[in-house]
Every structure is written in structure tokens, then in C-alpha cells.
């Protein structure tokens, strides 16, 4: 099932923001179901926005200076202020896209203090392009599963349903391609071996990989325990499965290091 989002942006002059946002809109279509208020406002707006809000998966934030002006200024007649507001309310996952090749290094007022430090994809140039879109693609996936993990907890279950969203190999496919295979002598090779000096700075390092994908260790979690969790929920936990701990905590990095920060 594709995600669906909410896309939260300001019109801008003469609607040139609008219509930037109506082409990525466009490039989304075949990987997400987007709601876009050009093509969803029909009746009672207020009513239309709240329901597009209630049922997305993510709440993406096209900001630009425009934006954040709108949301800071306190005016609840604007629909900008009241979508924006009303996400937080929802506790629906955000992602930012950089809007605006004039924003200031530092974000302010309520976005800055929601999405400042959060993980965004550069969409600043005039030309929107197809790498770009697929980075969005990407994180829009990545925050659909954690909120799907977050929701639902750490049960089998919830695994299974989080490793299905993030990867688009059909369930037949995935079982032909990897068979059960016995155990393994390589399985010997475990985080427990490591001497505590190696095993510390892993565990610093797994830390701040949890920290920037937004997942919270649990208490008493052992490290391999946290790793799988964060590989799954990067969708990069069937690539990642049959190498050793530190080779798939490298792995982890790499996937995340794709987003710009």
C-alpha cells in the first residue's frame, strides 16, 4: 500500500509556490498517495483538511520563509497556520523539505522549534529533479515505518508490518530469494564478543544512529536487539541480515548518511 501525505505548503506570490509544489506533487503520485489542496478542496475546507490530515501516514512541510511567517504570526484565519497546528495536535510524523534557497541557516518560530533538527530533503533550486524526489520518496517511507513501529510496538507482528512497508520485493519474491537456511557457524559471531572498550563505542555510535532516526532504545535492550530494530526500520534490514554486527552497524550509517541533514 502506498503512504499517503498531507503537502503543507504557502501559495506564494501570484501562487508560484503552489504551482513548484503542484510538479513534485506530480513526480509523487506514482509512489505516494498525496493529499494537495488543489485537488482535494471541495465543500467545507476546514473539514477537508482536518480528514487529509487524520489520514496520512505523513505531514510534509514545504518550508520557505513565506511559510514560517505565516505559522509564526498567530493569525488562526490562516489555513497554513491551522493545517501546521492542527499536525502537531494529531502527533502525525513530519518531514521538511527545504523550500526556499534564501532560509536561514537556523529555522525559527514553531517550525523551527518542530522541524529544525529533523532530517530534510533540499528541494532550494528552481528545477526539480528526479533524485530529489526519490530522496523524499525514501524518508516519506522511512517515517511512515517508524510511526507504524511507534504505534504498535515491538511485537513480531509489529516487525513484520514495519519490513513490509519499507520494502517494495513482493512477499513470494522475498521468500524465493532468501530461503530458511540452517543455522550457521558465522552466527557465533556475536556483539557479546567484543572487548568493553569496542563494545562502548559501538554502543555510542548505535545510540546516535537511534537518536538521528528519532527511536528511543528501550531499557535493557541489548545492542543486536537495537540494531535490527533500526535496520528495519530503514528498510535496510534484509541487505544488512547476514553480516556482522559491526559490518551492519556501518550499513545502518550509510543509509541514513543518504538524507541531508
Request: charged share 25%; proline share 4%; with cysteine.
Amino acid at each position: 500500500m502506498k503512504p499517503s501525505v498531507f503537502a503543507s505548503h504557502d501559495w506564494g506570490k501570484q501562487g508560484s509556490n503552489h504551482a513548484r509544489v503542484a510538479r513534485v506533487v506530480e513526480m509523487l503520485k506514482p509512489c505516494v498517495n498525496v493529499w494537495f489542496d488543489e485537488e482535494r478542496m471541495r465543500g467545507n475546507i476546514l473539514d477537508c483538511m482536518c480528514k487529509g490530515i487524520d489520514n496520512a501516514d505523513v505531514f510534509i512541510v514545504f518550508v520557505t520563509r513565506e511559510y514560517m511567517k505565516k505559522v509564526q504570526n498567530g493569525m488562526d484565519s490562516d489555513n497554513v497556520r491551522r493545517e501546521f497546528m492542527y499536525a502537531q495536535t494529531r502527533n502525525v510524523k513530519m518531514v521538511a523539505v527545504r523550500f526556499d534557497s534564501e532560509l536561514p541557516r537556523m529555522w525559527s518560530g514553531p517550525v523551527g522549534m518542530m522541524l529544525g533538527c529533523s532530517l530534510f530533503v533540499d528541494m532550494s533550486e528552481p528545477d526539480i529533479t528526479q533524485t530529489s524526489v526519490d530522496a523524499l520518496v525514501t524518508m516519506i517511507r522511512r517515517q511512515r515505518a517508524l510511526h507504524i513501529f511507534h504505534s504498535v510496538g515491538t511485537t513480531t507482528q509489529a516487525l513484520v508490518r514495519v519490513h513490509n512497508t519499507v520494502s517494495e520485493t513482493p512477499r513470494a519474491s522475498r521468500r524465493s530469494a532468501s530461503p530458511r537456511r540452517s543455522a550457521s557457524p558465522r552466527r557465533s559471531a556475536s556483539p557479546r564478543r567484543h572487548s568493553p572498550t569496542s563494545e562502548n563505542g559501538s554502543r555510542t555510535r548505535l545510540k546516535h544512529l537511534m537518536a538521528k532516526a528519532e527511536m528511543i532504545p528501550h531499557e535493557g535492550e541489548h545492542m543486536s536487539d537495537m540494531l535490527n530494530r533500526l535496520l528495519l526500520s530503514i528498510g535496510a534490514h534484509d541487505d544488512a541480515k547476514t553480516l556482522l554486527f559491526n559490518e551492519r552497524l556501518v550499513r545502518a550509517e550509510e543509509e541514513l548518511n543518504e538524507l541531508t541533514i
